[in-house]
Every structure is written in structure tokens, then in C-alpha cells.
């Protein structure tokens, strides 16, 4: 079992940079791989980055590609997520999820995910 508790979003203006954190609870944290999803109001929750249990693998969506890099601390029980160059689209409660031990894929489907945080609220304003 994992538990896991966002943290660091807020209110910016576009151009801006914001890290998440998330900070996870239970012994399987470094076997688990780790991913970030997002979701605005009035739409689906939609992947945002993933990253294999060592960090040695990452998965972006197109949409934040070069602009956002998702990375973890395994002795810290932590996986971070660092959005440069905000835009307004970016807005939405962003959500951690871990995979289930075993799996090694970083992949970006919300179905593959058995783990999920409580989200934290990203707005960015133009």
C-alpha cells in the first residue's frame, strides 16, 4: 500500500515555474514507478509525466515536453515534478499516482495507476 500527499501548486502567471512535490508513505516506494496526471474542470484527467522506479526512465506528454521534468528521491520517499514556462492551459489540479509494485513501465495511462493523491490546485493566469 502507498500512500501519497501533494504539495507546491498555487496561482502564477503565465511564464512562470512551479515544483510539486509528492511524498509518499509505505515500504514499496522505490519499486514503485511514479507518474504525474492533471486534470481541468470539465475534462478528463489526462497524463502529464512518469518515471521508472530507479529514474533512469522517463515518459512526458507532447504538451509539456521540454517545459516540465519529473524526477525522484527515492531515499526521501519523494517524486517531484518542476513546470517551467506555465501557460494558462497548464491550469488544473494536478494529481500523483504510483504503479503497483512489480511493474517497471513508466506508462501514461490513467488505468495503470492503482495509487492516487488527493491532487493540488495549478493555476496559471495570462
Known amino acids: 500500500q502507498v500512500q501519497l500527499v501533494e504539495s507546491g501548486g498555487g496561482l502564477v502567471q503565465a511564464g512562470s515555474s512551479l515544483r510539486l512535490s509528492c511524498a509518499a508513505s509505505?515500504?514499496?516506494?522505490?519499486?514503485?514507478?511514479m507518474g504525474w496526471f492533471r486534470q481541468a474542470p470539465g475534462k478528463e484527467r489526462e497524463f502529464v509525466a512518469a518515471?521508472?522506479?530507479?529514474?533512469?526512465?522517463?515518459n512526458y506528454a507532447d504538451s509539456v515536453q521540454g517545459r516540465f521534468t519529473i524526477s525522484r528521491k527515492n531515499a526521501n520517499n519523494t517524486v517531484y515534478l518542476q513546470m517551467n514556462s506555465l501557460k494558462p492551459e497548464d491550469t488544473a489540479l494536478y494529481y500523483c499516482?504510483?504503479?503497483?509494485?512489480?511493474?517497471?513501465?513508466?506508462?501514461?495511462?490513467?488505468?495503470?495507476?492503482?495509487?492516487w493523491g488527493q491532487g493540488t490546485q495549478v493555476t496559471v493566469s495570462s
Open positions: 509505505g515500504r514499496s516506494f522505490g519499486g514503485n514507478v
Open positions: 499516482a504510483a504503479r503497483r509494485a512489480y511493474y517497471s513501465n513508466p506508462t501514461a495511462g490513467v488505468r495503470d495507476y492503482d495509487y
Open positions: 518515471i521508472s522506479t530507479r529514474g533512469s526512465s522517463t
